[in-house]
């Protein structure tokens, strides 16, 4: 007993004597726990990642305009200008989809709010590959999350004379989405597993409906449909003229062939309607980002916050 008092004496000394060995323990006890504490708190508490929307389409559609309307939730976007790179915005929807309203100061209401973030995409057809497209690969961990995709398109320029090389043109914009209609057809077919990935739904912003020359979403819906089909008959001709058997691409057979065939296979004509086979849900809403007559983007938003 005695021994053992004799020892904590002996330690209690070397402690509270002041010597190099002391300040080292010290020194090493004040910067390790805190650390270790922080290794064991984050590894114990499971990192969140939010849902998003991903916003794409050809270039001067109106993409950033509308991610900073929104982020400001005022009735005038910033001033934007062409962007090379992912512009990610976090914003919230109410409890309420069909009520919500982009304005709606969350807040100070103190009512429900479910964040998501808003991944708005350069439309330089050199980078659509390594942006927006990339995120639907369903080996992207991003596009576990991905919870719908806002597709812009100029619905004045959609108006023009065939032949503009403008990317926001019918042409350019038909072109886009049918990649982008494409990569969802096919990623509802991939994956190892039984298990299909979640759907994700597509809309179709027909921006600048305030304008005179703009169309109307049915004649937008019309247009691109039109264009599609175009580019699948050009597309398929071109696989003929490859060298691909005219039987083997009558008969559907399965292979890289029928796997570049957008909507229902050996259809005449695309229609949107054709998507709904892959799971695939596609809208066609007008609205406008930049002035104040027109509808706006509350259809938009209403349409957003019912996918979050």
Request: aromatic letters at 8%; glycine letters at 10%.
């Amino acid at each position: 007993m005695a021994s053992l008092q004799d020892q904590a004496l002996a330690t209690l000394e070397f402690l509270f004597t002041p010597s190099p060995t002391v300040f080292v323990l010290g020194f090493l006890v004040v910067v390790l726990v805190p650390v270790f504490l922080h290794l064991y708190l984050t590894r114990s508490v499971a990192y969140i990642t939010l849902p998003s929307i991903l916003v794409a389409g050809p270039a001067g559609a109106g993409k950033t305009a509308l991610a900073t309307r929104l982020e400001r939730q005022g009735p005038k976007p910033a001033d934007t200008y062409t962007s090379q790179k992912i512009n990610v915005v976090e914003l919230a929807v109410g409890e309420d989809a069909a009520a919500s309203q982009y304005t709606d100061d969350l807040d100070s209401s103190g009512a429900v709010a479910k964040k998501f973030l808003l991944v708005d995409t350069p439309g330089h057809g050199k980078l659509r590959n390594a942006t927006a497209l990339a995120r639907l690969d369903p080996a992207s961990t991003k596009a576990h999350k991905l919870q719908g995709v806002v597709y812009m398109v100029d619905s004045a320029a959609l108006g023009e004379e065939a032949g503009s090389d403008s990317d926001a043109g019918l042409a350019g914009a038909a072109a886009y989405l049918y990649d982008l209609l494409l990569l969802l057809q096919k990623r509802m077919g991939a994956g190892n597993s039984s298990k299909a990935p979640h759907t994700i739904p597509l809309l179709i912003a027909a921006n600048k409906a305030d304008l005179f020359t703009a169309l109307p979403a049915p004649l937008v819906k019309a247009q691109l449909e039109a264009e599609l089909s175009r580019i699948r008959t050009t597309r398929s001709k071109g696989l003929l003229d490859s060298g691909v058997g005219v039987d083997d691409v009558d008969a559907g057979a399965a292979g890289a062939e029928d796997d570049d065939w957008l909507g229902e296979y050996g259809s005449k004509s695309f229609k949107f309607d054709q998507m709904r086979e892959f799971d695939i849900d596609v809208d066609v809403i007008a609205g406008n980002v930049v002035g104040s007559d027109g509808p706006g983007v509350g259809k938009w938003w209403t349409w957003i916050a019912q996918q979050i």
